[in-house]
Structure formats: C-alpha cells, structure tokens
C-alpha cells in the first residue's frame, strides 16, 4: 500500500516529484469524457519510467492470439483498447538544450486533479543539466461539453537565464502499445496537413479500418501579448506533425502556450470529411476560447455532482475516495452513444484488452440506474442484445446447437477475443450476469416492456446453454457441472461451482417466467419471439424445469455453508492471516500452480450468489458463509471488497464493512493491489458506489418499492446521497442522530425505512432516529 497522496475532499494531489510512482500517478491523474481520455503524461518529454497513453472511444484493434499451444475454440485474437495519438505534446528546446525532465531538478512539483471542476494542474520548477531554471504550470481537461475536444494551458516562465526558446506543439501517432503480443504499431498514415499554428493528422487502424483525425491548433502569449508574427517550422514525417516556433525569452517573463487539440473518429464522422471537421472542431474551440471552456467544463460537473454527489463529514479519506470513484466513472461512460459500453481500465490503461467484460452488468448497471436517465441503463442492456448472434456463434464455436448463447468474457463487438482457457472456455458465469442485469433493471424501473422489445429472446439463449452445459450424473441422480472457473479465478476447471450452477437455475427459472409474462401480456410479441427463436415451448421448459428441480449444489451441512466447489474441503484451509507479508499479493508473489491447490480465494464466489439473491437466504446463512469464506479471501480483485462491504453491512459485521469500504474506494489511490500503474480499475469503482449506498445506505428495491436501512460508520459524522427512482428522485441524510429521507421531485413515492412503510409526497420528508439495522 503507497500513501504518498494527499487527503483532500475535491482534489487529488501530489506534493513533492517521486519518479518511481510516476506511473501510478499517471494513472490516478488521467482525464477524460466519455468520448477519449488520457493518462496523465507530461506534456514536455519525458525519459523516465511512463507508460504514454491517449485513447479514442470504440476505436480498437485484433491483435493475433499469441499462445504456445493452439486449442480448438480458442478466439483468433485479443482485442486491444489502442494508444492514439499523442496531442498534449510540447517540446521545450533552450538555447539548444532540449528539456527532458527526467534530467532536470524538480522542486515544488505539485499535481492537482480538482474533480470538482473536472481538470488537471501541475505546477514545478526545473533546473536543466546546465543550470537553467524554469517555473512551469501546465493546466488541461477533457471537454464534456465539446467532447471532441481537448484543452491546455501551458506556462514557462524563465527564472535565472535570457536567451533562445523553440516551442514545438506536436501531434504523435507513431505510437504502439506496451502489451502489444508483436509489439508492432497498429496505426497507418492516411494524410496530414500542416500550417503555421495547426497541424492535422488522420490515421487509420490496421485490420479494423477505424480512422481517426487528430488535430491541434495553438496560440502563443509572451509578456501578456499574443505572438502573431511568428514562422514557424513545419516538420512531417510517418504519423507525425509538429510546429517550431522559435522565441526570444527574457528572465522573469512568461510565455504561455494554449493548444487545443481533436479527436474525430470515423464511427461518428464519414471518413472524407473527417479533417475538414477536425478543423471546424478545433476552429470553434479556439474562438471560446481556454477559460470559456474551462468555465464550462466547471458549470458541466457542477451539474453532474448535483446528481450524484456522496457526503460524507468526518472522514477525509472516505470522501476522497468515493468522489474519486465518482468522478472516474463519469468521465469515463456517459451513456450517450448504445455504442459504447464501460471497459475495466477505461480511458486509464491498456490492460485487459476488451472494453466489455461482465463488470458492466454485475456492478455498472446499479450505479447507472440510481445516477443517470433511465435510457442509460436499457442502453447498457441493449448493447448486449445487439451482440446476441455473436453470443449464439461463440456457443457454437464451443460445440453448442439450436441457439444457445454464451456470452463473451472480453469483447469489443460481440465476438469472444479473451484467450486464455481457463476464461474463454469455462468461466461461464458471466451469462447469468447478463440475465440478472436484465432482472436488476426491470425490478428497479418497473419497465417490463423490456422483455418483450429485447430481453426474453437474450434469455431464452442464455437458457439453452445453460440446459446444454450440464450433464445427468448417474451416480448422484442429479445435474452437474464439470470443468468450469467459478469468479474465484484462484481455482480452474473444477466441478459443481455453487455459484454457477445457482445462476445457471435461476437463469432457467427466470427465462421461463419472463416469456411466460410476454404470452400472458403481449400476445403478438410472443409470435414475434416464439417465430425468432424457434422457440418450442411446452418441450424446452420441460427439460429447464427437469434441471432447475434436480440440480446439484455442492454444501457442507456440517458447517452449514455452501462449498465453492466438490472440491474445496481437500484443500489445505488456512485464512490470510496466516500467509507471510513477502507472500501478498499471491498473483505477483506466487506460482500458479501454488495458487491453484492453496484455498485463498481472488474474490467473492460463494459470496456473489448470495449477494445477487440475498432474499432467498436468511442472514444466518449469510453469516455462517461469509465467516467461512471471507477469512480466507486475499481481495487480489478490485471486484471483491464491494460485496463484502455490502453482505458484511447487512449481517452487522460493520467493522470488517468499513474496513473493506477503505479498501475499495482507495484501492487505486493507495495501490492497495499493487497494479494501479496499469491503469485504474474503472468497473469495480461502481462497486465502491454500491458499498456506500447499498451497503451502509441499505438500499433495495423489491416488491415495487425502495427499502433503506442505513448505518452510519462510526467514523463519519453524517452521510448524504441522492437515488433516482422511477421518475423521481429521494435524499437520504444520516447523522448519529437522525436519518431523513427527502422527496425531491414532484411525485408521491411508496418507501420503506427500517421496515417501516411511508407515502412521501412530493417535496416532503420523513424523519426518523437513526437504527442499527436488524441483522437477525
């Protein structure tokens, strides 16, 4: 764990340059908006440790699957999220000295992401090799407002010297990525165009064809006046275009340096007129100008933390984190363009390849649908059905008929692109989460004309793998299943993961409830599906019925605990605490083979199941399985401590919740996995939403209702949060003292607080002394 961050309410900040974390800062600090994003490079060059990241939204590339022995049914390539073009590059040449600040002394170094107002700051003073002092203040953001469009505002001052200064704004696409398996460059020149304060370059993807038109446009201030006279030096060469513009500098005067830079990609452009409007776009960004759009950038955020803002007084570090959270989910999926979907490193990173994985239906999709217009969550789910044939040809790949589908583990366009077996093959669990996000969103928005428009035809694939997945065990006289990888990826192809098969039922059972209420509601839309999917009836359910009734479910009745998988009491049981410091964290410590035969478990297996359909299990249950389990679980992912905080809050195990609360909101601001340099873990910080709102704010939604029981930590004074709901929106305030919950819209809304049924009129509130929610 690195704490070398400050605590700040609104700000993330640096003190003090630490050049062995750079990466990690890089990766806390990055921006985007929902259209393209960054890591948080320095615009001078820099020869130290960086991993240089730039990225484009839906532009990606296949990169051929590179293992040593080719199964059949492995994917022919792992999708890779590309570093783009570079365009926040300046260089900085004195008196022929080309500044790199890995050369320089850096003193006063201070970096600031103020997610109030959504921008990067950093400020510092460099001394050269040869003595040359410099103040620097380099301020830039993501415009959400244009969302093409990026903004800087750099400033060098002189300090101790006179003499020559070359400025050279750049745009570089002559970029790769680390983890590339060829370590070959996936960008191909297409045009370029360079004048005397602007330069544009297109380029396009090898394989996938996707263009994208990067451009900068830039202006010179020195001694408070505009430099127009300037010529430039115009350079090209492959996917490269840069302006020098050669200046006279005296001590004590500074030179400031605006550029605004695009990215058009051709999903939202036709590819001819892709730089014509790259120079509209940046032509209209530079008559706002830098502090119109900066303004604007703060009124945009002040309005998206009007909405979504969590409050938490008395503890510092709590608040930073979940605003952290906060911010980076924003600014990385806004839920405008169906295309789109929510990758695990967002705008942060290239690891993990894909931008889809079940993160998104598991623990996204709350968070969207609490925060955001109800579109943006029915969008989540329709990216999915869109992708249903590509789910019905990934099963058929794996030797699976008649419309089965199986949705991917890593995707960019519906088709499988993971390739390692262990995922691809049989961690299957992720269709149910599809399913059960399809269940979430109907329960919570009452929009039951989703199964009719799209979800029963998804279900019904689902279904039909899971009846084909299993087998009869004659020797047990019920249904297994073998060779799977249950969401502990600390065990491989093991038999009768509880889990999945409990989703596999329940998968089954809910398909078959949900076409059963399109007959009943929407006869010709039953047509419609019945002809669509084949679908025959009377024959399918049979056999789903026979399976869901006769299933296997692996469990200790001694203990009283579900057991993860046959297997799982053969093992050497031990918890945590007994490993040495040195072994932590196991996936970077460890072989994999150690970690396959030892007991400690990634994350929540047993505990996700029990999570997802917490009210089929009383809370003696829950308890004696999170007792069991939870010891033994090392939380190596960032996926893991949500579901602890939130199951660990409802059987009042309220310190090991606050505990695992820290965990997951600081999990990248204080490297907790020690992995943040390779980007931040997007979708788990939905989780950390989750962890305060479900968690400690107890919210649920069953019966047509919204339900809260919170808890205030004992370190937090009060805590305050906002949850749309069904066209309406409800503010929750906790103190020790007192719990209100407040009608902010213009609807009556049926709730439940500590078990007690309330009508809450528009504009109304109810107030009542603060519980220990029953934990019995």
């Known amino acids: 764990m690195k704490q070398y961050l400050k605590q700040d309410e609104w700000c993330i900040i640096e003190e003090g340059f630490k050049p062995e974390y750079n990466e990690i800062s890089e990766s806390v600090f990055s921006i985007g908006n929902g259209r393209m994003g960054q890591r948080a490079n320095f615009e001078e060059r820099y020869s130290g440790k960086s991993l240089q990241g730039n990225y484009v939204a839906g532009v ?137 304060s602007q330069a544009y370059l297109v380029a396009e993807t090898k394989k996938t064809g996707f263009q994208v038109a990067t451009g900068m446009l ?46 058009l990609s051709s999903e939202n452009h036709p590819k001819e007129n892709l730089l014509k409007n790259c120079q509209n776009v940046l032509k209209n960004a530079q008559k706002k100008g830098f502090d119109k759009m900066l303004l604007e950038q703060a009124e945009c955020w002040k309005a998206k933390w009007a909405k979504s803002d969590i409050i938490i007084e008395g503890d510092v570090a709590a608040q930073q984190g979940i605003r952290f959270n906060i911010f980076q989910l924003t600014q990385t999926y806004t839920g405008e363009d169906e295309r789109l979907n929510i990758g695990p490193k967002g705008f942060t990173g290239e690891k993990y ?41 990934n099963a058929q790949k794996l030797g699976f008929t008649d419309g089965a589908a199986l949705y991917p583990m890593v995707t960019m366009n519906g088709e499988e692109c993971h390739n390692e077996w262990e995922i691809t093959f049989e961690e299957i669990h992720r269709n149910g989460a599809i399913a059960y996000a399809i269940h979430d969103y109907i329960r919570y928005t009452g929009d039951k004309t989703y199964l009719a428009e799209y979800g029963a ?114 093992k050497d049981l031990m918890p945590v605490s007994a490993l040495r410091v040195v072994d932590k964290p196991l996936n970077q410590k460890w072989s994999w083979d150690r970690i396959l035969r030892s007991c400690f478990i990634k994350q929540a297996d047993v505990l996700q199941g029990l999570y997802f359909f917490e009210e089929r299990f009383d809370n003696d249950t829950i308890r004696r399985n999170f007792e069991f389990y939870e010891p033994m679980t090392v939380h190596e992912s960032s996926l893991s401590p949500c579901v602890h905080v939130i199951l660990g809050a409802k059987i009042g195990l309220f310190d090991k ?81 007192h719990v209100t919950v407040k009608n902010m819209g213009e609807k009556a809304i049926d709730l439940s607080l500590y078990g007690e049924m309330h009508l809450l009129e528009a504009h109304k509130s109810v107030v009542l002394s603060t519980q220990v929610p029953v934990t019995e």
């Open 353 to 393: 390849g894909g931008s889809t994985y079940w993160d998104t239906e598991a623990y996204c999709l709350p968070f969207y649908l609490v925060n955001a217009n109800e579109k943006v969550a029915r969008n989540l789910l329709i990216y999915r059905h869109k992708q249903l044939q590509k789910a019905i040809e």
């Open 657 to 737: 919740a606050y505990q695992m609360y820290l965990r997951t909101s600081r999990l990248d601001l204080d490297d907790y996995n020690n992995d943040t340099e390779d980007g931040l873990h997007i979708t788990s910080m939905a989780g950390t939403w989750m962890a305060v709102v479900k968690g400690f704010g107890g919210m649920r939604v069953y019966d047509d209702k919204v339900h809260f029981a919170p808890y205030l930590p004992e370190a937090w004074k009060s805590m305050t949060f906002k949850a749309r709901f069904r066209g309406g929106v409800l503010e929750m305030n906790v103190t020790k003292e």
């Open 218 to 263: 830039f202006q010179i201030f020195q001694g408070g006046k505009e430099e127009n006279e300037f010529v430039a030096t115009r350079r090209k060469r492959e996917n490269f275009v840069s302006c020098s513009v050669p200046l006279t500098v005296k001590a004590k005067e500074e030179i400031i340096i605006y550029k605004y830079a695009a990215n």
């Open 60 to 196: 990606y590339y296949p990169d051929k699957t590179r293992v040593g022995w080719w199964k059949n049914g492995y994917p022919e390539y792992f999708a890779k999220v590309l570093n783009a073009a570079n365009w926040i590059g300046i260089d900085i040449e004195l008196d022929g000295e080309m500044l790199d600040l890995a050369t320089c002394k850096i003193s006063d170094f201070r970096r600031v992401l103020n997610m109030r107002e959504g921008y990067l700051l950093r400020t510092c003073t460099v001394t050269t090799p040869t003595g040359k002092t410099l103040k620097i203040n380099a301020q830039r953001f993501c415009s959400i407002v244009d969302d093409e469009v990026g903004a800087i505002c750099y400033s060098i001052t002189p300090v101790n010297f006179s003499g020559k200064m070359v400025v050279t704004p750049y745009v570089d696409a002559d970029v790769k990525n680390r983890d590339a398996n060829y370590d070959e460059k996936f960008w191909i020149e297409i045009s370029k165009l360079v004048r005397n």
């Open 457 to 570: 035809e998804v279900l019904i694939g689902i279904a039909r793998f899971w009846a084909q997945r299993v087998h009869f065990s004659a020797h047990k006289q019920q249904y297994v299943m073998h060779g799977v990888t249950g969401p502990n990826e600390y065990e491989n192809n093991v038999n009768n993961n509880w889990y999945t098969n409990y989703i596999a039922v329940w998968c089954m059972e809910y398909a078959m409830e949900s076409i059963q209420f399109v007959q009943k509601n929407d006869t010709e839309s039953y047509k419609t599906l019945v002809t669509k999917t084949n679908l025959n009836a009377s024959k399918e359910f049979a056999k789903w019925e026979h399976i869901c009734k006769n299933m296997y479910f692996p469990e200790d009745t001694k203990r009283g605990v579900f057991l993860q998988q046959d297997g799982f009491l053969d």
